[in-house]
Structure formats: structure tokens, C-alpha cells
């Protein structure tokens, strides 16, 4: 079943999601290595018309699950036990990322259509305060959690252990295995892209 995490005040939430970016706060243009595998023609993933970038990777192609635990904005922790099961969404990012605040909606909006299913969002905040992180929750309609890189470091060398990011925002999805099963890299500008693969995801287990 999906994540019972209480989480904003007044909200019970079903999952988790994040934003992660390494060497501290990355430019929200930042260049990404899987670039030139995508122009090349990679038949694992495409570039929108919009820019954004997008891999699916084969089952048989994914690594090892990602453990991970962290202190959420809400207070509290969480770790990949608490959604064994799930597909995660993990999307990285920080407040003062202007691509983070256009793409609040669309994750939001993703998060809330998947509501009764076995997944679970979870953002990974790199560089804010917990007081800062809830209140860009409050400011974009944000209803998920976030750990706080701030706070737990490790949280970073967990995901960069399973695959690259390089940029803010990036936003992953992992299997019900917490293996790594596609990547956004860039601001996503609405849910249909992140619903797809999350439903693929699911899909594998039905």
C-alpha cells in the first residue's frame, strides 16, 4: 500500500517525492553527462520539444536499490523501509531554484492523481532550513515532504551512489525494488510526462 506519512499540519499523505543536487546548489541549467547519449540517439530516452530530458531504463539494466533515510521538513525521518513496496518519487530541489518553483504544480499535481495507489512522493531539499522548505510548501500548494540535505547529508551520496545528477531540478522515479527506473532531468512542465512513467512502473508489478 501507499505511504501513511503525516506530514504538512492537517495533511495525512500517501508518498513522498524530491530534489537532489550534489556539490551544493546547482544552477538550475546545469549540464547533464546522459546529454550527448541522448543526442547520439539512445533509444532509452528523448529530449522534449521543450528541452527537458527524459531516460526509462530497461528492467534488466536498473542497479541496486537505494537505501536511504533522512529528516523530512515536517520533523521526524523516513528511510526506504518506510516505502518498501512502493514506486518513489524522488524529486531534488531548493527554493531559491527558479525552474523548482514553476514545476511545484505539476508534481503536486502528479502526486495527488496517484492518491489510493501504491506509490509515494518524496523531495529531497539540498541546501534550505526546515522553516524555509515548509514555507515554499505553503507557498506552492506542496502537500508532500521533503528531507532536508541540510540536516542529513547523506542523503545525497545514497542517490548519486545509484545514478548521476548534475542538475536542479531532477526528479527520479524508482521501481517497488527502490531501483532506479527513470529520470527527469530539468523542470518538468506538466504531470503527463512524470504520470507515464510512474504508471509504467506500476505497471511492471501487475
Not at 47 to 70: H, K, N, T, W
Amino acid at each position: 500500500m501507499g505511504s501513511s506519512l503525516t506530514t504538512r499540519p492537517g495533511r495525512v499523505v500517501a508518498g513522498v517525492l524530491a530534489v537532489l543536487a550534489l556539490g551544493g546548489a546547482l544552477a538550475g541549467c546545469s549540464a547533464d553527462p546522459l546529454a550527448e547519449q541522448y543526442r547520439a540517439g539512445d533509444d532509452k530516452g528523448f529530449i522534449a520539444a521543450d528541452g527537458l530530458r527524459v531516460v526509462e531504463i530497461p528492467q534488466d539494466e536498473r542497479g541496486e536499490p537505494v537505501a536511504f533515510s533522512g529528516e523530512l521538513d515536517t520533523g521526524g525521518t523516513i528511510t526506504d523501509a518506510d516505502v518498501d513496496g512502493d514506486v518513489v518519487v524522488v524529486n531534488f530541489w531548493y527554493a531559491a531554484c527558479g525552474p523548482c518553483r514553476a514545476e511545484a504544480p505539476a508534481l503536486e499535481e502528479a502526486y495527488t492523481s496517484f492518491a489510493g495507489d501504491d506509490v509515494s512522493f518524496l523531495g529531497v531539499n539540498t541546501t534550505d532550513s526546515a522553516g524555509t522548505a515548509l514555507a515554499f510548501a505553503e507557498t506552492y500548494g506542496v502537500t508532500y515532504p521533503s528531507v532536508l540535505a541540510s540536516v542529513t547529508p547523506e542523503i545525497k551520496l545514497a542517490f548519486a551512489q545509484a545514478t548521476p545528477i548534475s542538475a536542479t531540478p531532477t526528479t527520479l522515479v524508482l521501481d517497488t525494488d527502490g531501483r532506479v527506473a527513470a529520470r527527469i532531468i530539468g523542470q518538468l512542465q506538466d504531470a503527463s510526462v512524470l504520470e507515464t512513467l510512474v504508471s509504467d512502473a506500476l505497471a511492471e508489478t501487475s
